[in-house]
């Protein structure tokens, strides 16, 4: 059978209170906890003032602003280049894939890219059994597919932040008729703002910008590619500022 008694005793500072009781024929006990009022009250004192402490460090001008608020040129460089770097894996993989479907060398694209240091010799890279050069024909190639990588990272950043300030906030529509502009005005500045006047004065040619040796497509296509894969990443590297949880005690 049980037995419940509920009472409260309060002897000067302290307060009693006696739980219920269970009876048994094994064990008949009480289960008495005490509080003490001034320690209890020391304790909520102490929660209140902690509070207080932490809004006015959070609303205090000279300790509120934190590295991780506002434009953050770090993050945004660092996320850049990672873009970038994903964007010019995917656009040299395609092409890659894509120029025997055209009776093209596999690695043409980086043949023709390294026209601009090495002149018309970097197209019969890889094309006969003797190397042009004193190291190895694959290992150029390789250093010229490393290159186009690297650009590839250097352009992301740009690319990037101009994708933060237009697109941020919008849909993934949005962001990829912005990269589409963005990817063809960088293929336009690059081919026919830089590089068709660039390379004849430094090579005496103009082999990145020949139609017959990289048609314009296929060069354009290069760069909706790497605009789109920035695009479609993008949501994964959104700036997230860094906010402490409220303390507690």
Same mark, same amino acid.
């Given at each position: 059978?049980?037995? $419940?008694?509920?009472?409260?005793?309060?002897?000067?500072?302290?307060?009693?209170?006696?739980?219920?009781?269970? @009876?048994?024929?094994?064990?008949?006990?009480?289960?008495?906890?005490?509080?003490?009022?001034?320690? @209890?009250?020391?304790? =909520?004192?102490?929660?209140?003032?902690?509070?207080?402490?932490?809004?006015?460090?959070?609303?205090?001008?000279?300790?509120?602003?934190?590295?991780?608020?506002?434009? #953050?040129?770090?993050? #945004?460089?660092?996320?850049?280049?990672?873009?970038?770097?994903?964007?010019?894996?995917?656009?040299?993989?395609?092409?890659?894939?894509?120029?025997?479907?055209?009776?093209?060398?596999?690695?043409?694209?980086?043949?023709? #890219?390294?026209?601009?240091?090495?002149?018309?010799?970097?197209?019969?890279?890889? +094309?006969?059994? =003797?190397?042009?050069?004193?190291?190895?024909?694959?290992?150029?190639?390789?250093?010229?597919?490393?290159?186009?990588?690297?650009?590839?990272?250097?352009?992301?950043?740009?690319?990037?932040?101009?994708?933060?300030?237009?697109? +941020?906030?919008?849909?993934?529509?949005?962001?990829? %008729?912005? @990269?589409?502009?963005?990817?063809?005005?960088? $293929?336009?500045?690059?081919? $026919?703002?830089?590089?068709?006047?660039?390379?004849?004065?430094?090579?005496?040619?103009?082999?990145?910008?020949?139609?017959?040796?990289?048609?314009?497509? %296929?060069?354009?296509?290069?760069?909706?590619?790497?605009?789109?894969?920035?695009?479609?990443?993008?949501?994964?590297? +959104?700036?997230?500022? #860094?906010?402490?949880? +409220?303390?507690? %005690?």
């Amino acid at each position: 059978m049980t037995d $419940w008694n509920d009472r409260e005793q309060i002897e000067g500072k302290n307060l009693t209170t006696v739980l219920p009781v269970v @009876a048994s024929p094994f064990d008949l006990r009480n289960i008495v906890v005490s509080i003490d009022q001034q320690k @209890a009250s020391g304790l =909520q004192d102490f929660r209140t003032r902690v509070h207080t402490l932490r809004r006015e460090l959070y609303i205090d001008d000279s300790i509120s602003e934190s590295p991780d608020e506002g434009f #953050y040129a770090r993050y #945004y460089i660092t996320t850049g280049l990672v873009l970038g770097l994903f964007g010019a894996t995917i656009s040299l993989l395609i092409n890659v894939m894509g120029a025997p479907l055209a009776g093209k060398n596999p690695l043409e694209l980086i043949r023709v #890219y390294l026209t601009f240091p090495l002149g018309e010799k970097a197209l019969q890279l890889a +094309e006969g059994s =003797q190397s042009l050069y004193a190291i190895g024909d694959g290992v150029i190639l390789a250093i010229g597919c490393l290159l186009y990588l690297v650009t590839g990272m250097l352009l992301g950043v740009p690319f990037f932040i101009a994708l933060v300030g237009l697109t +941020e906030g919008r849909s993934t529509l949005y962001r990829m %008729v912005i @990269a589409t502009v963005l990817s063809t005005l960088i $293929w336009a500045i690059n081919f $026919w703002g830089i590089l068709s006047w660039l390379q004849p004065l430094l090579f005496g040619g103009n082999w990145i910008t020949n139609p017959q040796l990289l048609p314009t497509s %296929v060069a354009l296509a290069t760069h909706l590619i790497f605009g789109w894969t920035m695009a479609l990443l993008y949501p994964w590297s +959104e700036f997230q500022a #860094y906010e402490q949880d +409220e303390l507690q %005690v």
